[in-house]
């Protein structure tokens, strides 16, 4: 069954009970028991919920997976994954990490004695390099936010597996539409849902998809006892979005490749960041292993007056944190994602006052490259 069908049909996506062509909202805390001597499938909706089950299977079909999870939040995702390291531990990390990850890096798992190198990720020597006696795992995340620098994966797996170390890949930039990581050797696979997954900006969620049963058990008891399960009618609602997301990906990234190729001649713009041009360093690499350039870019503008007014002129795209939805978003990482980076880090890190990424919607093509180019014209 190819991706389309499967969204449609390669999960129980229709009430057996019933035959409604949507699994219902099981709002429910608990489940009348046939007999109180013996167990059933369905007990307690922090330890699974029929709704949930049907996303769940949903999402492992999708990614070629046998096991997947559902978190309220992309961040909870992360952290039933990274909580499960014990001790002493090490873990090797890209550098371009989403903000979330570092915090939780630095601030959390710290405490717990859990420790992380990060390394320039398009450098599969300095991943070997930074592995001790003490690694357990490494850590990427392809594209990256908000440069879309790319990692190599198998070059990543082939390093994991010649030292017996676990990967982890946030795939939320890709989705399971345009990267399989598992079929790579990826052996977690982690999404922030509230993203392309759900599509419509009105849901935040996150999954981890698995073929290792050792660490199926270990994220669905992380599910149950640190208890940040995906709500009932979220499960419901993403599961809804799922549906297209095949055909929201399309149209998104079709715009976005005509977009990057548009600004990339544009007098007006100092640099373009998408693994769809041929341009971009890791467009090679990205072409092994995904099957588009995907619908966030970002690019340069001389400075921060020049963004200002920029935006100001565009119709368009909101002007939000966040990436995605059927809308598209214009985010302007100073003001946002890093602005409690200082100012000489983040420029460092290419993360320059010039810098705005741009997630592609669902709009008509011409009109946002028409709309890009009146507002490029607006800038002083
Ligand atoms: C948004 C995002 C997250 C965090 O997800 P939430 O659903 O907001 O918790 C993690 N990784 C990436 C790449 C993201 O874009």
Redo the contacts with the bound molecule.
């Keep these: 069954m190819k991706d389309k069908t499967k969204l449609i049909h390669g999960y129980h996506a229709f009430d057996e009970e019933t035959g409604a062509s949507s699994i219902p909202i099981y709002q429910c805390s608990t489940f009348k028991q046939a007999s109180i001597k013996d167990s059933q499938p369905y007990t307690y909706s922090r330890f699974s919920n029929p709704t949930r089950t049907a996303l769940e299977e949903a999402v492992a079909a999708l990614e070629n997976g046998k096991y997947a999870t559902a978190f309220a939040?992309?961040?909870?995702a992360?952290s039933a994954v990274l909580l499960s390291f014990n001790q002493g531990d090490h873990i090797v990390m890209c550098k371009s990490i989403?903000g979330?990850?570092f915090q939780l890096v630095n601030e959390v798992m710290k405490r717990f004695g859990i420790e992380v190198t990060f390394v320039d990720e398009t450098d599969l020597t300095a991943w070997e390099q930074a592995i001790q006696p003490n690694t357990r795992g490494l850590y990427l995340?392809t594209p990256s936010?908000p440069l879309l620098s790319v990692t190599n994966i198998a070059g990543v797996v082939a390093i994991a597996k010649a030292h017996h170390l676990v990967t982890m890949i946030?795939n939320?930039?890709m989705t399971p539409q345009f990267q399989k990581p598992l079929a790579l050797g990826i052996d977690v696979v982690i999404h922030?849902?509230?993203?392309f997954i759900n599509g419509h900006s009105d849901v935040?969620?996150?999954l981890v998809i698995t073929n290792d049963e050792k660490w199926e058990q270990q994220i669905k008891l992380q599910q149950k006892v640190l208890g940040g399960i995906l709500g009932i009618e979220d499960c419901w609602l993403t599961m809804r979005g799922l549906k297209t997301m095949a055909l929201r990906m399309e149209q998104s990234a079709r715009s976005a490749e005509k977009i990057s190729q548009m600004l990339e001649k544009h007098p007006a713009v100092r640099s373009i960041h998408y693994p769809g041009l041929p341009s971009h360093p890791g467009y090679q690499v990205h072409q092994q292993q995904a099957t588009s350039g995907g619908a966030v870019l970002s690019f340069e503008l001389a400075n921060q007056s020049a963004v200002y007014s920029f935006a100001e002129a565009l119709k368009i795209p909101i002007a939000a944190v966040?990436?995605g939805g059927v809308e598209s978003i214009l985010s302007y990482p100073v003001t946002m994602s890093h602005a409690c980076v200082p100012k000489a880090e983040r420029e460092k890190q290419g993360v320059t006052d010039g810098l705005l990424r741009l997630s592609v919607g669902i709009e008509d093509t011409e009109d946002l490259l028409a709309d890009l180019e009146q507002a490029l014209t607006k800038i002083q």
């Design positions: 939040s992309g961040m909870s992360i989403y979330g990850t995340e936010n946030d939320t930039f922030s849902a509230t993203k935040v969620a996150g966040s990436l």
